[in-house]
């Protein structure tokens, strides 16, 4: 992936974000065309602390056929994304562009025993039950030995290794504090929500700019007319 440095976020960063989206698009090649499927995954560490991303796919998915443990796949992780209008800044001679978070994981991939699925299906569930706290959190317990049997047959663990970490927070980092905080305020007023996130990821890069408060999605979306 191509990152210019100004917007390249470091590993621990890049691994932070991954784990925290937690769902992204697993890529590989048959050998005459690109396979992928969108899959949720949880990261763990080996004993070396090398990063892996955990996560099944249906028995019949082609990728499951792929995994053997040579070949490199991709995981692309994205996040919130927005456009930005060129007439957002302060500054004259602008162009549009688009701003996101994203996060490429590649590696080999592995297929997982019986007894590592059992334990990737808790953890994988356990990691998404826990984001919808107080209500008590669902767990493979609650089946029927013989109904979680059948499906546990109709799917296949799968694990990679990560061997590389590229990431890509384009933040408008290169612009001037006043551009930042114009840009930013402007996203705010959006109603999409994808640009409200990526506003919300520029107050956390300059929190120390003066920054307007975020109204309803009803008002008008107007951020250099904004009071």
Not at 20 to 45: E, H, K, M
Not at 197 to 220: D, F, H, T
Request: glycine letters at 6%; charged letters at 20%; proline letters at 7%.
């Amino acid at each position: 992936m191509y990152t210019p440095p100004m917007f390249k976020p470091d590993r621990a960063a890049s691994l932070a974000f991954a784990q925290a989206r937690g769902f992204g698009l697993v890529c590989a090649w048959d050998g005459a065309r690109p396979i992928a499927s969108p899959l949720p995954f949880y990261l763990t560490f080996a004993d070396d602390r090398t990063p892996r991303a955990a996560f099944h796919v249906a028995r019949h998915n082609p990728l499951a056929k792929l995994a053997g443990g040579t070949a490199s796949w991709l995981l692309a992780v994205n996040g919130a994304d927005a456009y930005v209008s060129p007439d957002w800044y302060v500054s004259p001679d602008q162009v549009p562009t688009w701003l996101y978070q994203v996060v490429h994981l590649t590696g080999t991939v592995r297929t997982l025993s019986d007894d590592e699925l059992a334990e990737q299906i808790d953890t994988l569930s356990a990691k998404f039950e826990n984001r919808l706290l107080p209500k008590k959190p669902w767990t493979s317990s609650k089946m029927s030995a013989g109904r979680l049997e059948t499906l546990k047959k109709a799917i296949v663990g799968l694990v990679m290794t990560i061997e590389e970490i590229e990431g890509s927070f384009k933040l408008n980092q290169h612009k001037s504090d006043v551009d930042h905080a114009a840009v930013t305020n402007a996203l705010g007023l959006q109603s999409d929500a994808g640009a409200r996130a990526i506003g919300e990821q520029m107050v956390a890069l300059r929190p120390q700019l003066n920054y307007i408060s975020p109204v309803s999605a009803s008002e008008p979306a107007d951020g250099r007319n904004a009071p």
